[in-house]
């Protein structure tokens, strides 16, 4: 019943930049967190930025300084502004969302479906 989509995934060119939007959709009572995770073709999953429900947000040491997590609550959806983009960037990126759904009231996490992000030299 909740429904977390990525777009803006592509390929790039080093120190070209890539905005990815997420969108949550369904019954929704009230989103918490809301986040960006990569992972890499034999790499673990790991946090690139999270963003809270009072706007604070954090960063993965990699990407400080060059990616910028933002989210409109009335649209459900949270971005990540990626710039000065490295080879080292790429990888699928994941959203996700602490969510608290309408028909039990229970919050929960849910993740998005990926998208491809992908930085030549």
């Known amino acids: 019943q909740v429904q977390l989509v990525e777009s803006g995934g592509g390929l790039v060119q080093a120190g070209g930049s890539l905005r990815l939007s997420c969108a949550a959709s369904?019954?929704?009572?009230?989103?918490?967190?809301m986040g960006w995770y990569r992972q890499a073709p034999g790499k673990q999953r790991e946090l690139v930025a999270a963003?809270?429900?009072?706007?604070?947000?954090n960063y993965a040491d990699s990407v400080k300084g060059r990616f910028t997590i933002s989210r409109d609550n009335a649209k459900n959806t949270v971005y990540l502004q990626m710039n000065s983009l490295k080879p080292e960037d790429t990888a699928v990126y994941y959203c996700?969302?602490?969510?608290?759904?309408?028909?039990?009231?229970?919050?929960?996490?849910?993740w998005g479906q990926g998208t491809q992000v992908t930085v030549s030299s």
């Open positions: 963003i809270n429900s009072g706007a604070g947000t």
């Open positions: 996700n969302a602490d969510i608290t759904v309408r028909v039990d009231l229970f919050r929960k996490t849910y």
């Open positions: 369904g019954s929704i009572f009230s989103i918490s967190g």
